[in-house]
């Protein structure tokens, strides 16, 4: 079972910038995919980006694209996101997930392995 601890979260202004770290710990396979997901207080938990773990294949929600990236270091075992022009709508708690699986899911139910997220606050 691969283990997930999130890192790097912090209290930006908009338009700053935030490098989110997952460090993936026990058996990771290759096709395991990776995700980010968010949730700000009472409202759902939303799909964020996701990526093959050993593959080149990416994903990401429209509302952050051409501002966030995700990308891996299979050598560490560690995914990241790094978000930039952060907006205050960004503001949520992240989480970092695993999905055994060859194709990625937007879906949260569809992860199975969670880390316990780290806090991302972006003031106007």
């Known amino acids: 079972q691969v283990q997930l601890v999130e890192s790097g979260g912090g209290s930006v202004q908009a338009g700053g910038s935030l490098r989110l770290s997952c460090a993936a710990s026990?058996?990771?396979?290759?096709?395991?995919?990776m995700a980010w997901f968010r949730q700000a207080p009472g409202k759902e938990r939303e799909f964020v980006a996701a990526i093959s773990w050993s593959g080149i294949s990416a994903s990401l929600t429209d509302s952050v694209k051409g501002r966030f990236t995700i990308s891996r270091d299979n050598v560490e075992n560690t995914v990241y996101l790094q978000m930039n022009s952060l907006k205050p709508e960004d503001t949520a708690f992240y989480y970092c997930?695993?999905?055994?699986?060859?194709?990625?899911?937007?879906?949260?139910?569809?992860?199975?392995?969670w880390g316990q997220g780290t806090q991302v606050t972006v003031s106007s």
């Open positions: 997930a695993a999905r055994a699986s060859a194709l990625f899911s937007p879906v949260p139910t569809m992860w199975t392995t």
């Open positions: 026990g058996r990771t396979l290759s096709r395991h995919f």
